[in-house]
C-alpha cells in the first residue's frame, strides 16, 4: 500500500505521521510538498499536524489554498482516503472537503496531553480494527480545535453517522463533544487528537497504532 505525506511551511508533525505509515503499511511514505502539484498514485494521503504558515489569517487558510490541496481535493473526489490530522483537520474544513470550521478554543488557551474519546460508527468504519462505543487515547495540542458548525450541518453530521470520534471530556468546547468527522463518502477523515503520537508504548501508549494498522488493513482487503 502506498501512501503520501503532505508537507506545509511549519508543518510540525510530518515525520511523526511518515513513522506511522511506514510502521504501518511496510513502505516508506511520499513526502510531498505543498507547492507542488504532481503527486504519485497512492492509496492514503495524511495532511499532518503543525502550524501551516505560522496560523496566519486562519489556521490552515493559507495551506487549504496550496497548489497540491488541488491534487489532494481531486484525489478524494476518486475516492482516495484521506486523513486530516489537527492542523490538517482545520485546512479540510477550510478546503471544503469536510463541513464545519475549527475556532480558538473555549478557555482561549493552547491545551496539550493524552485525551480519551469514544469511538463512533464511522471511524470503526475508516479503521475496523476500532469498534464502535470503545474508548482510545490520543495527544492532543492544539489553541484552534473547537469544533464548530450550523445546526441543520451538526444534525446532519449526527443523523448520517459522521461523527467519528467523541470527547469523554471535552477539552476546546467543540460543539457534540465532536474530535473528528469524515465526508459524505466515507473516505476523508479529519481529527484534532493526534494517532501518530500513539503508535508505541514508549509514547505513552498504542491506540494510534491500531487506528493505522487496523486501516491499512481495511484498505488492503477491499
Not at 66 to 93: H, Y
Not at 97 to 125: D, Q, S, Y
Request: with cysteine; glycine share 12%; hydrophobic share 45%.
Amino acid at each position: 500500500m502506498k501512501s503520501a505525506v503532505i508537507v506545509f511551511p511549519a508543518s510540525n508533525c510530518d515525520r511523526d505521521a511518515a513513522v506511522a505509515l511506514r510502521d504501518a503499511t511496510g513502505n516508506q511514505p511520499v513526502m510531498a510538498w505543498h507547492g507542488d502539484r504532481d503527486l504519485p498514485d497512492v492509496d492514503l494521503i495524511v495532511l499532518p499536524g503543525g502550524f501551516s504558515y505560522g496560523d496566519y489569517l486562519r489556521s490552515g487558510a493559507m495551506a487549504a489554498r496550496s497548489p497540491m490541496m488541488e491534487t489532494v481535493a481531486d484525489r478524494a473526489a476518486k475516492g482516495v482516503r484521506v486523513i486530516g490530522i489537527c492542523n490538517g483537520f482545520q485546512i479540510l474544513t477550510e478546503r471544503g472537503l469536510l463541513p464545519g470550521a475549527l475556532l480558538r478554543n473555549a478557555g482561549l488557551e493552547f491545551v496539550c496531553g493524552p485525551v480519551a474519546m469514544r469511538v463512533e460508527a464511522a471511524a470503526a468504519r475508516f479503521a475496523p480494527s476500532l469498534t464502535a462505543g470503545e474508548y482510545v487515547t490520543f495527544p492532543i495540542a492544539h489553541h484552534d480545535g473547537n469544533y464548530t458548525a450550523e445546526k441543520d450541518v451538526l444534525d446532519r453530521l449526527e443523523a448520517e453517522g459522521r461523527v467519528a470520534f467523541r470527547y469523554v471530556a471535552n477539552p476546546n468546547g467543540s460543539a457534540n463533544d465532536i474530535a473528528g468527522v469524515v465526508n459524505e463518502a466515507g473516505n476523508v477523515l479529519g481529527l484534532m487528537p493526534h494517532p501518530e503520537r500513539a503508535i508505541s508504548q514508549v509514547l505513552g501508549g498504542v491506540d494510534g497504532r491500531r487506528f493505522f494498522e487496523g486501516l491499512v488493513g481495511a484498505m488492503a482487503a477491499a
